[in-house]
Each structure stands twice: as structure tokens, then as C-alpha cells.
């Protein structure tokens, strides 16, 4: 993929190639969802655990309230799949690891125009945006890094000890029994399950730029929750 920074800011972004940018979207997600992707407010939101505080080891379960659109109904027992954003503190972590201002307008795009129907995900190609807005909505950043990931790094590490003990950690095989020895695929990624950001933050050499991060990263997935609600109950939000 080709990435293509314009020199300008979101508000210099007409109305017109915003409101084509969310159409491209909306489409996309239909797509997905088998045209039954809609979008609605929500309405409420808030914690369960430990009277809304959550639990010192970060689990937390949320009661959330959605404001369904005309027309738009379900079953007991359906699932919600939702297309969300990405915190705002790690959007702005990679942006500041690869240098990139949060309000650079960029433009993806891939490298072959054939192969643009066949990209996945909801990213509007070759549409100028936020560099924010791209990482916010568009792409998965915290997974734990993959094995290809970490053999991309390795490409871009300048240090040559950094780049060995990378494609150490890239390859498939592993000594036997070493999978809990300190330094493997297992015990640096899996077990703390660190993310692209994370591993990044270990291998400091590594030359990774914003132009990199659409190729590294996979595009961003929706996430399916079970309604508790019933169809049958009051009217309003669900």
C-alpha cells in the first residue's frame, strides 16, 4: 500500500469528500453485515463491577443502551456486532512513535488500483483524512503482534542485534523447550499478549514510519456482543 500525505489540515478537507469518505464506509459495512449495518446513538453506558469502578486488573463489564433507528428490529438471543474506535491515548502513542502529527492529512491508497476492491476493512481508499482519524476507526492496533509483524521489523531494525533476536522471534520454529525461556515468541508476545506499539517500544532501532503502518497493521474488526435485552420489553433504548 502507498501512502500519500497531502500538506493539509482536516478543516482545509472539503464537506463533500467527508460525507463521500463515511458513504464509502457505510457501504462497506454493509457489505459485511449483510446490509443490515445501520448507525444509532448510545444512550447510556456504564460500568457494573465493583460499584462502576471495574477491578484493579482492568476486567470490566458495561451495561450499554442503544438507541435502535426506525425499522431496525431483533430476536432474543441475536448479537450486536459493532464497529468502534481505537482509545484515543494509543491512537496518539503510535502517532508520536512514528512522528506523524495527529491532524496530517493522509491518503491510502494501494500500490496496484485493480486491487482495491479486494482491500479489506472499512477504510476509504485513496480519500484524504486525519492521520488521527485513520488509526481511530480503520485499523486493529491492539492485538498482540503477529510472527509476519515481527519479521516486517526486523526489515526495518538498524541495529543489527535488535534485527537477529527479531527474526529470531518471527520464526515458526522454536528449540524444544524453550517455549518458556525468557526472549521467545511465547513468553515476549503471548503471555503479556504485546501489541505492535509495545514491541516497538523493546527494539527502539526500528525505522517504522506512518507509511509503514497500513501495510503492518490488519484492518479493524467489528466486535460481537450478545443483546441481554428482549424485543418483547418496553419500548425505547435496548
Known sequence: EVLVADGLT????CDAVKADSLLHAQEKAQALFAKKAFKAEVVANRE????GAGT??????RHVEVKLP???????GDHLG??????EAVVLAYLARVAMRADAVVRVATADPADAEQHPGFLPLSKPMAAFTALSYFYELQQPVTRTQLHQLAGLAADAEEQARL?????DEEEEGDS???????SLVLGPRRTLLEVLALFPSVEVRFAHL???????????YSISSSPLGPAGPS
Request: net charge positive; no cysteine.
Open 10 to 13: 482536516p478543516a482545509q478537507v
Open 48 to 51: 457494573l463491577l465493583n460499584g
Open 56 to 61: 484493579a486488573d482492568g476486567r470490566s463489564t
Open 70 to 76: 426506525d425499522g431496525v428490529t431483533y430476536k432474543a
Open 82 to 87: 459493532v464497529v468502534a474506535a481505537n482509545p
Open 167 to 171: 527474526t529470531r522471534l518471527s520464526s
Open 180 to 186: 518458556e525461556s525468557e526472549g521467545t515468541y511465547a
Open 214 to 224: 497500513p501495510a503492518l497493521l490488519p484492518p479493524l474488526k467489528p466486535r460481537y
